[in-house]
């Protein structure tokens, strides 16, 4: 059984910082990358970031220079710092863990970012 435990989520202002965890747990094997989702009200769940097991990380146009994602291969967790947030990153973010077989969801953790 394969868990993901998502942490971090909040209110907070507009410009302020955030740090999201994500931390799997159970049989784990040959992780091919990890990442974080998100979805507002009313729209489809969208990539924000992802890492895979070699490094190489991907961001949504909309987060590049504020987000960051990261990971703690030996605890196989995986972090996303927000910093300049805005109104519009209002949304449920969800971790997500890519296998060779099968893919995990966590979830979700709420952020919500006031003007």
């Known amino acids: 059984q394969v868990q993901l435990v998502e942490s971090g989520g909040g209110l907070v202002q507009a410009g302020g910082s955030l740090r999201l965890s994500c931390a799997a747990s159970?049989?784990?094997?040959?992780?091919?990358?990890m990442g974080w989702y998100r979805q507002a009200p009313g729209k489809q769940r969208e990539l924000v970031a992802r890492?895979?097991?070699?490094?190489?990380?991907n961001y949504a146009d909309s987060v590049k220079g504020r987000f960051t994602i990261s990971r703690d291969n030996a605890k196989n967790t995986v972090f996303l710092q927000m910093n300049s947030l805005k109104p519009e990153d209002t949304a449920v973010y969800y971790c997500?863990?890519?296998?060779?077989?099968?893919?995990?969801w966590g979830q979700g953790t709420q952020v919500t970012v006031s003007s």
């Open positions: 997500k863990m890519e296998l060779v077989l099968y893919d995990y």
């Open positions: 159970g049989r784990i094997f040959s992780i091919n990358a």
């Open positions: 890492m895979t097991s070699g490094g190489t990380t």
